[in-house]
Structures are given as C-alpha cells and as structure tokens.
C-alpha cells in the first residue's frame, strides 16, 4: 500500500516536472520568436534589404534553431532530445535552400546608392529649368527688336536649341567630357553617346542646356540682320568647337586651367564671357542695321515692338538663373552640397537685386543725352548682369560681399553699352554688355571675394594676388580662342556672301520674306463679328479686305519725259513720300512759286486737270547728270503703302524716311533755289524701312 503511494507520488512529481519544463520551453521559444522578429525589422531599417518571397522562411528557420538550442540547454529528455534532432534536421536543409535562393535573387540597396538617385534626380530637374532660358532669350529677343523680325528671332532661338544638340550630341561632349589630353577630349567612345553610360545622361543633358545658353547669347547681337544659313554656320561651330574645349579646360580634372588654378563656378567666364565675345565678333563683321547711326555717326533710337514681351523673357532668365548656379554643384546628397547649393542660390539673387536697382538709379539720373528716365530694359539688363557676374564664385561668397560686387556690375554694364554705342558696334540685345561685362568681372573679383589669407600674404600661398593670376590668364585664353575661331567663320561668311540679308530684304522685314510667317498678320485682326461694322476696329483694320486692296493698290510708273513737254510752270520737291504727299494736296489747292521766282496764283478749278509725273530715283541709282539723261526710258513701278495709324506700338504703321543726300550739318533737307525745296523737314527715328531717295513732281495747266 505503501509502496503504492511512493510510486504515485513520484509519477506525480514527474508529471509536475515535465508540465513547469514543458512551459518554461514554450515561454522561452514564444521570446526568441519575438526577439528575432524585433532584429529582423531593425535589420532590414538599418540596411535597407529588399524583401524576398524567402524571407519568412529564414525568420522560421532562425526561430526554429533557438527553440531547439534551448530546448536542449533545458532539458536532456529522450522524447525531447528526438524532437529537436528532427527540427535541427529539418531546418538545416531549409537553411540551405533559403540561403542559396537569397543569394541569387536578393539585391542591396545602399545609401550610396540612394544619394547618386538623388543627385540624377536633382541634375534632370535643375536641367528642365535651364533649358526654359530658351523660351526666356526667345521673348526678350522678340520683344527688342522690330515687329516685321519678330518671326526671324524666334525661329533662331529654336534652331539654338536643336544645332545646339546634334553638334553637342555627335562631338561637343567627347570633346568636353572625355578623356584625352589637357586641351581637348579624345575619348571616341563618347562620340553620338555610343558607349556613354546609362549613368551619365543626365551629366549630358545638363550639359547640353549650358552649352545652348552659350549659343544664344550671340543670336542677341546679330539680331534682325544676320542671314538664317550664317546663323546655323556659327550655332554648330559654338556647341562642337568652342565652347567644348574651354569646358574641358576649366570643369574637367585634368583640363589645364583646373590644374593651374583657374576658379569659374558657374561660368561667368565659360559661358558668358565666351558667348559675349562670339556676339561681338558677329556684330563687328555684320555691321549696324539701316538706320542706327545717321549720317554724322550719332545713335537713332530703333526701340523694340513689345516691351511686355521683353520684360516676361526678363523673369523667365531670373528664374532660370537660380537653376543655372543652384545646379553647377551637380549633387544635392550631402549636407556639403546642401550648403552650396543654397549659397549659391542666395547670392545669386543677392547679386541681381543690387546691380538691377544701381543700373536703374545710374540711367535715371545720368547727365548724357539718354539719362533722365527710370528705364525698364536698362533694369532688366543690369539684373541680368549682376546675376552673371556671380556665377564665377557663388558657392563660396558671403552675401554681403555679392551685394557690393553686384554694384560694381552695373558700371560695368554701363560702361560698355555706351562704348558699344561710341564704336558704333550695333548690339540690339546689349548681349555684349551683359554677358561679357558681367562675366569678366566675375572672373576677376573671385580672387577677392573667396580668399580667406588677405590680398598680398605671400607666405600662405592661397592670397588674392596669387589667384588673380590664373584668373587673368583664364580671361585672355578664352577670348582669344573663341575670337579666333569667331573671327575665322564670320569672315569666311562675310566673304562667301551669306553673312548678312540684303538690303531690300533688311527693310522689308525679314519675317515675310524668309519665314513667309508674320508675327502680326493684319487679317488676323479682322473677326466676323465686326464684318459689318468697322467702327469699333482700329484704324489701320478698317481697309478693304486684302483681294479688293490688292486690285485697287496704287501704283506709279516711271516714264519718259520729253524735254519739249515740260510744263512751264514746274514744282520740284525732293523728300519722303509722306511729305512730298502733304505737300502736293496743298498745291492742288494753292500753287506758289518760291524763290525769286514771281509768285503766280493759281486755283484748283483751273488745274484739276493737271498732269502729275511721278519721277522716282532709289537708293544707289545714279543722279542726273545732264539733261540728257531726262530723255532716257527707265521703267520701274512704285507701291505706295497704305498709311495705317492709330495702333499703339506703331507695328503697322509706315515709317518716314529722308534723303541722306539732302541733309545738312544741322540734320535739316539741304535748300536748293531752283527747286523750290520744302525747308523745315525733320528727320524721322525710323529711317530705314523704305528708302524713297528722291521724289520729283510735275505739273502743268492743259492746253
């Protein structure tokens, strides 16, 4: 009985022992399955893994070994001693599957790897707003120059983009990126991007968008004269040739002015000095536009059509200028690019607010002739070119230094616009000015604005005057290899005859004539509604419609005049059509000879009848000399333009012109006793649109 008990009660205690045991195990593995679930997740937020279909099985896998490592540090039990060698067993070959499956599908993404997606990324977007510079050069080009090349200057500004990109794309960039020597690339794997790394496009279209920023600054200095085939010529020799190499030079490691010290952040000198010095080139060889210098040499004013359209191009380039020096550190994934970035941006702004507001005060109050007016395309230059002398060192310079620099760039800008003018150099855009001063300037103050060891502290090595050298020497390599190149194919041009548009066409109007696209078209303006009602239309819309214009188009033919059929009575006037026409309905009305002549009245009943000989000699034809060159036949035939007034930026309207021959000292039409010349005639702004030299009018009372 005894024995009985002691047997059950030691069962019962072997029960009890195996239960605390058997929960001790479950509480433990319910832990380590926990635990190696936490350091699965922290694992895979520290090293960023990429999940696979694999890997609950490895967290299995793990919580499986740690049960049974436990298991047999609690308990030597022959039943539990058999179910961990089958759990051991069984997760040693899911171990092994798991973990060569893992390796052949498993890719680790780093943070190295994020901070290059994030720099492409920075780089593509940065590059988009550069590229928008296109669209801000299209409109302030368009809104500076005449209504009748509005057409022309567009078309140029895509045609920078497109040549811009075939030549970059075949050999700019192997010349600017690649390999090869300190003075050019020669890497022909880059050539048409053939083995260029997926990687680097972004690289390429980023330095694309530079390289077409280049491009277009000379399409401001050549405006509205420049034929379309020369444009093209000078576009592809820019973004393949020029601009390349000067690139290699001063942005690639082993380029020679990066390795003698050369400092040109943005391109001040890269870019716009470059670009500055190819329009200045191109304006010299093509000449000024008819009509911007009068005979004596002094400046006509030739405004623009649109000011609007102007100013809108003007914060376009404000605001794609952020990008262009925000973006030249290329990455963003640092906090030391971060810094940069953002400096760069600052002074950036910093630099075009004090140049635009010293710009605007300097032609309000100067003492020349021009002075006296708060001038918005003066402000909007200077801006700009405040902007452009800070991309040389806008990633290190404090603000308050740009701002001082940014004042200094607007006497610089004014300083060369009127040398421009006082040379006689046409420049409609001021791309000289602008591009080139600014960037000269920045080139050369960056020594003074980054140095930290004072001006002349030789002994540190890294004072001013020891950077100013490589700095000078940068600034005069430059402009002489892109003024030699420049020079090379704007007198090639100039030799072969494709350099510039004749003269008929430059008055014309390129737009029409070239493009047979113009910007403003007359018969535009004339909508349905107002078909039966001119009233509300302008004045120069409410002529007959084009066709009916067309067959009632006065016309004046030139024909032989007999020396023996002169009239007695006889009215020479020499002058602009308009004025020649104002005068001749007066005669019509009251005929008086001047002079010494006797005065004779005459009535217009007495010679409504009269005969009118048109005698029309243009410019480059040769004066008569004798009177028998009166009996010579010369058939030509004169389209008089319909006088259309009343629109307010006169791109319609006709413009008066005056015979240079018959101008004097005083800018008055020269007085001759036996013509009878009309003294009093001023001379008109716009004096090359139509160049009626002479005009010779006659009449005589019919027998």
């Excluded at 002349?456 to 004072?463: C, H, I, L, M, R």
């Excluded at 000078?472 to 090379?488: F, N, P």
Aim: aromatic share 10%; net charge negative; proline share 3%.
């Amino acid at each position: 009985m005894s024995t009985d008990f002691i047997e059950f009660t030691t069962e019962a205690e072997f029960f009890t022992t195996m239960a605390e045991n058997l929960t001790e195990i479950v509480g433990t593995s319910i832990e380590t399955i926990t635990e190696t679930f936490t350091e699965t997740i922290e694992n895979i937020t520290e090293k960023s893994l990429l999940m696979t279909t694999f890997t609950p099985v490895a967290a299995v896998e793990s919580a499986i070994e740690n049960i049974t490592e436990t298991t047999m540090m609690m308990t030597t039990l022959t039943p539990v001693a058999a179910v961990k060698s089958a759990f051991v067993t069984t997760t040693e070959n899911t171990m092994t599957d798991a973990m060569t499956n893992e390796t052949t599908t498993e890719h680790q993404l780093t943070i190295e790897d994020l901070r290059k997606s994030m720099d492409a990324f920075f780089l593509v977007i940065m590059s988009f707003i550069i590229f928008f510079l296109q669209g801000g050069f299209a409109f302030l080009e368009a809104g500076s120059v005449r209504s009748k090349n509005t057409t022309n200057i567009l078309m140029k500004n895509l045609m920078d983009i497109l040549l811009a990109c075939l030549a970059f794309w075949v050999v700019g960039y192997m010349f600017f990126q690649s390999e090869g020597n300190t003075f050019i690339g020669t890497d022909v794997g880059y050539i048409l991007t053939l083995k260029l790394e997926a990687t680097m496009y972004a690289h390429w279209f980023w330095s694309l968008t530079f390289c077409a920023t280049a491009v277009t600054i000379v399409s401001g200095a050549v405006a509205e004269r420049c034929d379309l085939m020369a444009y093209f010529a000078y576009s592809i020799a820019i973004s393949g040739l020029i601009y390349p190499v000067v690139a290699h030079w001063a942005w690639t490691p082993n380029g020679w002015l990066m390795v003698n010290g050369y400092i040109d952040f943005a391109g001040s000198g890269v870019v716009h000095h470059l670009g500055g010095v190819c329009g200045f080139v191109g304006a010299v060889f093509l000449g000024p536009r008819i009509g911007r210098f009068d005979v004596k040499g002094k400046p006509v004013n030739m405004p623009g059509h649109s000011v609007p359209l102007a100013a809108l191009g003007a914060f376009i380039l404000l605001f794609g200028f952020f990008a262009f020096n925000g973006s030249t550190q290329a990455a963003i994934g640092t906090p030391e690019d971060m810094v940069i970035v953002q400096r760069a941006v600052t002074n950036t702004m910093i630099g075009g607010c004090s140049s635009g507001l010293t710009t605007l005060f300097v032609f309000r109050y100067s003492l020349m002739k021009s002075g006296g007016k708060w001038s918005l395309l003066s402000t909007i230059n200077g801006t700009l070119c405040g902007m452009i002398t800070t991309c040389a060192f806008c990633n290190l310079a404090p603000p308050h230094i740009t701002f001082i620099i940014g004042i200094f760039s607007a006497f610089v800008y004014v300083l060369i616009h009127h040398a421009m003018i006082w040379l006689k150099i046409d420049d409609p855009l001021d791309a000289v000015a602008v591009h080139s001063g600014g960037g000269m300037l920045g080139v050369l103050v960056t020594p003074l604005v980054i140095g930290e060891s004072g001006v002349f502290n030789a002994e540190t090595g890294v004072a001013a005057m020891n950077q100013i050298w490589p700095q000078l020497e940068g600034l005069l390599v430059i402009t002489a290899w892109a003024g030699t190149i420049s020079t090379i194919i704007f007198y090639v041009l100039k030799l072969t005859k494709v350099l510039r548009v004749s003269r008929e066409v430059e008055l014309q109007g390129l737009d029409m004539i070239k493009h047979g696209e113009a910007a403003y078209p007359a018969e535009a303006w004339r909508e349905i509604q107002y078909l039966g009602d001119d009233s509300s239309l302008p004045p120069h819309m409410t002529a007959e419609p084009s066709k009916k214009k067309l067959e009632k188009q006065e016309s004046y033919e030139m024909m032989t005049v007999d020396e023996n059929e002169v009239p007695s009575t006889t009215n020479k006037m020499v002058g602009t059509w308009s004025k020649v026409n104002q005068e001749l309905k007066k005669q019509m009305l009251h005929f008086e000879n001047y002079k010494d002549s006797e005065v004779v009245m005459l009535h217009f009943e007495d010679y409504k009848d009269s005969e009118v000989v048109l005698t029309v000699k243009p410019n480059g034809f040769r004066k008569l000399d004798s009177d028998s060159d009166t009996g010579s036949i010369v058939s030509s035939e004169l389209e008089k333009k319909k006088e259309m007034g009343g629109f307010t930026n006169g791109a319609f309207e006709d413009d008066d012109f005056v015979d240079y021959d018959q101008v004097d000292d005083h800018g008055s039409e020269k007085m001759s006793p036996s013509m009878g010349i009309f003294q009093n005639a001023r001379l008109q702004q716009h004096l090359n649109d139509l160049e009626l030299i002479s005009t010779d009018l006659q009449y005589s009372q019919p027998e």
